[in-house]
T-cell receptor, first 111, second 114 residues
């Protein structure tokens, strides 16, 4: 158990819909990272927040957005979903320079 | 972040040492070498990291060459549960612009067989 909690574990939704993925970081970790893993793309970095502020951005689509709340949990919002958005979405937390710990992921299926 | 090169796949017999190589010839002085693994769609698991010196923990050993252009992850006694994709990642230390972002490549698929 990494100490990072992601909910829900599985999500099935239709094209065009909007979903929210939630991540609770390890106690004391200020950084939250979001990754997407699809079969043909590997693990792709989406975005990082540090203590509530966006710190780094990767290959995140404009239809996707994230935020980190004062209690340090984070949400990843995916809208206007397409079939190609089906993937595993991982959240990781850390304290900047140390190792990052990953949650078990949310498996999103868009039908 | 520096790019890494790893073999696509490797095999190892159970109980033997698994030696996973990684090339990072463009590594900078302030970049660490990290190793993670991912077991069948689970979240990636941190294994070990180092800057210059060799490192050892309860999971593995990390050997970094003197010029820091390559490294080897050693699992001393591989078990079937070590079958996974192993990722070698070079990551900027504190204060760098990437500020902790991990960039994953394709990794090495390690298969441990009986």
């Amino acid at each position: 158990d990494s100490g990072v909690t992601q909910t829900p574990k599985h999500l099935i939704t239709a094209t065009g819909q909007r979903v929210t993925l939630r991540c609770s970081p390890r106690s004391g970790d200020l950084s939250v990272y979001w990754y997407q893993q699809s079969l043909d793309q590997g693990l792709q970095f989406l975005i990082q927040y540090y203590n509530g502020e966006e710190r780094a951005k990767g290959n995140i689509l404009e239809r996707f957005s994230a935020q980190q709340f004062p209690d340090l949990h984070s949400e990843l919002n995916l809208s206007s979903l397409e079939l190609g958005d089906s993937a595993l979405y991982f959240c990781a937390s850390g304290t900047g320079d140390t190792e990052a710990f990953f949650g078990q992921g949310t498996r999103l299926t868009v039908v | 972040d520096a790019k890494t090169t790893q073999p696509t796949s490797m095999d190892c017999a159970e109980g033997r040492a698994a030696n996973l190589p990684c090339n990072h010839s463009t590594i900078s002085g302030n970049e660490y070498v990290y190793w993670y693994r991912q077991i069948h769609s689970q979240g990636p698991q941190y294994i070990i990291h180092g800057l210059k010196n060799n490192e050892t923990n309860e999971m593995a050993s990390l050997i970094i060459t003197e010029d820091r252009k390559s490294s080897t992850l050693i699992l001393p006694h591989a078990t079937l549960r070590d079958t996974a994709v192993y990722y070698c990642i070079v990551r900027v230390a504190l204060g760098g612009t990437s500020y902790g972002k991990l960039t994953f490549g394709q990794g090495t698929i390690l298969t441990v067989h009986p």
